[in-house]
């Protein structure tokens, strides 16, 4: 086969044809319909999913062929898409295939070896710089003029490698849109004194303060945010040093660092997320809490903002809130047939407490939020004491915690026992006044659902009598105690399978001879981590008959535990060891996150 001078659908389906991702009907259809495939997608309709960024804009060959989502001859059904037949290309070729991860790319070598109009014209993108060598990404590896060019240019050494068109467009958009904003925002700086740098650093330069509503900072912070969106971070960290700032996202439970912005457009880009999220703009020594509401592809995204001083300025935490993720059936979040049934009859008795316990970031508030939308009718009124209101949801009447003003868990509790609850949600039992408020809740017919933090199920008892509740008060209210974790799962794309060794099955106090578990070798689905989503684990302890006498006797932890064991209780560690067992999880995330 000929290659071409530039690459064409006709060639291109010639490939996958040779390579048997395409039936000889198939080959034909894109014959007879590609030209008018390819006008649609121009004139910006939908194709398979996909759109393009701007009516107008030329597909490429490879994005028309997907755009008909055929479906793989001998596949099981999967379809055939853009990166499919971007790798099958590459490997024809034997040219090196890259699923670009934004995660992985440095925003310098992106955006400072090719103007961004040459970059778009060409579909070209450097992914990677050594010493005398670029790495540049290409849509149409059949472009060699070009990159003869580049490398003239800039006397370095090209080296090729073959993704997607749709992977190449994002990151021009992104990441020159970001670096554009940065640079405008950075001509503008102010470099004389950093108030909150602790060393007290003076640089003898004299020019305007940037402000947090210039354009270039509010262009900035958006292409922050969309980004975050994009990668589903749950989490944006904002950390200022010495000389630079450092940008870090939290993906899968796991932080990762992602750009390095230049030190004058802290102030600037702190000040803009403080006013979106309503904060005191002039307040800087002091931490602050606040909340911004946005939207993203047409859904509604709940930010919760932290700020705290640190050695060299303000620390900003932006916590993001998914309705996807933090409202969901609690059927699908992990719980084994037990668990599940046990923690249903919970939250459908007419009153008592439902404690969840765990870690910051074990998925508590999720576990609340998903049982109060499953107990939601107009029949009942739900009132939950937050702090501070992690989501606003319409159907709750949420009040939020005021330390400043003595609005605390534990009075609100009982002004709220005036407003004719069904059920109170407490954010955290985290006092005796807030404990003993509950219990009062509980006794006079209210069912109620709060967190605490301890590490497993039957500490919480512990804790309790720690507050000084009694015994019997306890025996009497609380129904059930919910101890969860999150483990990571492997990504399917990279699964392997090996086997435990016998050190391993002794440290698990697995007795068999012989176990096989998976793990992941890293891909570019998972970015290289071998860990793709996160599923939960949930100990549920019922208090019984058995473990209410425990319960007045003041007994230890483990025996309760021992009690718990002969009615079908299942700890954490043994939930991880069965998800391992199923194939869900690693050996290492077990003893990570089990101990």
Do not use: W
Not at 34 to 56: D, F, N, P, T, W
Not at 314 to 334: A, M, N
Not at 405 to 424: A, E, K, M, S, Y
């Amino acid at each position: 086969m000929t290659n071409p001078k530039t690459l064409t659908i006709e060639y291109l389906a010639a490939v996958l044809r040779d390579q048997q991702l395409l039936s000889q009907e198939q080959q034909a259809t894109l014959s007879a319909q590609a030209r008018q495939q390819e006008s649609r997608l121009i004139a910006g309709h939908q194709g398979a999913g996909r759109r393009l960024h701007k009516s107008g804009e030329r597909p490429s060959p490879a994005q028309v062929i997907a755009s008909f989502a055929f479906e793989i001859p001998g596949g099981n059904g999967r379809v055939l898409t853009e990166d499919t037949i971007t790798e099958s290309l590459a490997g024809f070729l034997k040219l090196p295939y890259l699923k670009i991860d934004p995660l992985k790319l440095d925003l310098d070598v992106v955006t400072s070896h090719i103007p961004r109009p040459f970059a778009l014209k060409y579909l070209i993108v450097p992914v990677a710089a050594k010493a005398g060598e670029l790495t540049i990404a290409v849509a149409d590896p059949f472009n060699e003029v070009v990159l003869d060019e580049l490398a003239t240019a800039h006397r370095l050494q090209i080296q090729r490698v073959v993704s997607s068109c749709t992977d190449i467009q994002k990151i021009l958009r992104e990441f020159y849109g970001f670096r554009a904003s940065v640079m405008a925002a950075e001509a503008e700086e102010n470099a004389g004194v950093d108030l909150g740098n602790l060393e007290q650093f003076f640089k003898m330069r004299g020019e305007k303060e940037l402000e947090g509503n210039d354009k270039h900072v509010i262009s900035a912070v958006d292409f922050l945010l969309s980004y975050a969106f994009d990668q589903r971070a749950s989490d944006i960290h904002i950390e200022p040093k010495r000389e630079k700032v450092l940008i870090r996202f939290r993906l899968d439970g796991i932080l990762h660092n992602i750009h390095l912005l230049p030190k004058p457009l802290h102030a600037p880009i702190v000040s803009r997320i403080k006013l979106l999220a309503r904060m005191d703009l002039a307040e800087k020594r002091r931490p602050q809490d606040g909340r911004i509401k946005t939207a993203h592809n047409g859904k509604e995204v709940e930010l919760r903002v932290s700020t705290v001083p640190v050695a060299f300025g303000e620390k900003v935490v932006i916590r993001i809130f998914d309705p996807e993720i933090l409202l969901q059936e609690l059927d699908t979040i992990g719980f084994y047939p037990r668990e599940y049934a046990l923690f249903n009859s919970f939250i459908h008795r007419p009153n008592g407490i439902v404690l969840v316990t765990g870690p910051t970031g074990s998925g508590k508030t999720t576990t609340l939020y998903s049982s109060l939308r499953t107990l939601s009718s107009p029949e009942i009124n739900i009132i939950t004491i937050e702090d501070p209101i992690e989501m606003v949801m319409e159907q709750f009447n949420q009040i939020g915690v005021q330390q400043a003003i003595g609005v605390t868990f534990g009075n609100i509790l009982r002004t709220v026992l005036r407003q004719d609850p069904d059920i109170v949600m407490v954010g955290e039992i985290r006092d005796q006044d807030t404990a003993d408020n509950a219990v009062q809740a509980a006794l006079t017919g209210h069912l109620v659902l709060s967190t605490l933090h301890t590490n497993d199920a039957p500490s919480s008892i512990a804790r309790l009598l720690d507050l000084e509740v009694p015994p019997y008060l306890i025996s009497a209210t609380v129904m059930g105690i919910v101890a969860q974790r999150l483990l990571r799962k492997v990504c399917s794309d990279c699964k392997t399978v090996r086997e435990l060794s016998k050190e391993e099955r002794e440290y698990l106090q697995i007795h068999r001879s012989k176990v096989r578990v998976v793990q992941g070798a890293g891909c570019k689905e998972c970015r290289g981590t071998g860990y793709k989503g996160r599923t939960g684990i949930f100990e549920v302890l019922e208090i019984t008959d058995r473990i209410k006498q425990l319960i007045s006797v003041k007994a230890d932890p483990t025996d309760i535990v021992r009690a718990a064991e002969e009615d079908g209780f299942a700890s954490l560690r043994q939930l991880a060891i069965r998800k391992m067992l199923e194939g869900l999880t690693t050996y290492d995330e077990v003893v990570s996150i089990t101990g």
